[in-house]
């Protein structure tokens, strides 16, 4: 199966589930053992979770602004930063342009490995 490691990790802790590969394009820190889709031999197979924070698209820039200072800020407060590295979690806080290039790379990324492979969705 392949699973987000926050939701995973306490499973791999318990030894119920034993992880044979970790998608991302190095070593997780709290994995290191484990090795990568491309240490095993699969190129161009890197796929990992992540999430943002979004607001609607005509927020005004100067909201868009203070909302990412705050949680710039939030994100950088050591116990919080240590429960996200806990759980697996790698904050970034990227800029919001930063942000929407990402998600951007990765609709074009994932809208070609759907269409490559044919699915479809069911109605």
Do not use: C
Request: cysteine-free; proline content about 9%.
């Amino acid at each position: 199966m392949f699973d987000n490691i926050p939701s995973v990790l306490p499973h791999i802790r318990s030894g119920k589930v034993r992880p044979i590969v970790s998608t991302g394009a190095r070593r997780l820190p709290l994995l290191p053992d484990v090795p990568t889709v491309a240490e095993a031999g699969f190129k161009n197979a890197e796929s990992v979770s992540w999430f943002a924070i979004v607001a609607p698209k005509a927020t005004p820039t100067e909201i868009v602004g203070k909302l990412h200072a705050e949680i710039v800020k939030a994100e950088n407060q050591p116990d919080l930063r240590q429960r996200l590295y806990e759980l697996g979690a790698e904050p970034v806080g990227n800029s919001p342009d930063e942000a929407a290039a990402h998600i951007r790379a990765e609709i074009t990324k994932w809208e070609k490995v759907i269409k490559e492979s044919g699915a479809k969705v069911a109605d």
